[in-house]
Nanobody
C-alpha cells in the first residue's frame, strides 16, 4: 500500500523558513519522480516543484524560484522542501505526490498524479 506522509508545516512569520518532509512507503521511491503541490484556500491545486529520480535535476514554479529547494534522500525514502523567505501568498496545504510511472520525464500536471499524501498546512502571517 502506497503511503506518503508529509510533516513540517506550521505557522511562520513573513520572511521565515520551514522545511517540509514527506516519508514514502509501499513503492520503489528511487524509481519515481516526486513533486510538491499546494492548494490555497478557495483555489485549485498548484504545482510547486519537481525532482528527478536521482535528485540531480529540479524544477520550480516561477513564484518560488530562488526561495524553495526540493531535495530527496533515496536511502531514507524521503522527499524534502526547504522554504525560505516565505510570503503570505505561500499559505496553503502542501502535498507531496507522484505518478504511477517509471518513465524518466517531468510531469507538471497534478491531475495525472496517482500517489498523494494528506498534506501539511503552511500558514505565513504578515
Amino acid at each position: 500500500q502506497v503511503q506518503l506522509v508529509e510533516s513540517g508545516g506550521g505557522l511562520v512569520q513573513s520572511g521565515g523558513s520551514l522545511r517540509l518532509s514527506c516519508a514514502a512507503s509501499g513503492f520503489t521511491f528511487r524509481n519515481h519522480w516526486m513533486y510538491w503541490v499546494r492548494q490555497a484556500p478557495g483555489k485549485g491545486r498548484e504545482w510547486v516543484s519537481g525532482i528527478n529520480r536521482g535528485g540531480r535535476s529540479t524544477w520550480y514554479t516561477d513564484s518560488v524560484k530562488g526561495r524553495f529547494t526540493i531535495s530527496r534522500d533515496n536511502a531514507k525514502n524521503t522527499l524534502y522542501l526547504q522554504m525560505n523567505y516565505l510570503k503570505p501568498e505561500d499559505t496553503a496545504l502542501y502535498y507531496c505526490a507522484s505518478d504511477d510511472s517509471t518513465t524518466d520525464w517531468l510531469n507538471k500536471n497534478p491531475s495525472t498524479y496517482d500517489y498523494w499524501g494528506r498534506g501539511t498546512q503552511v500558514t505565513v502571517s504578515r
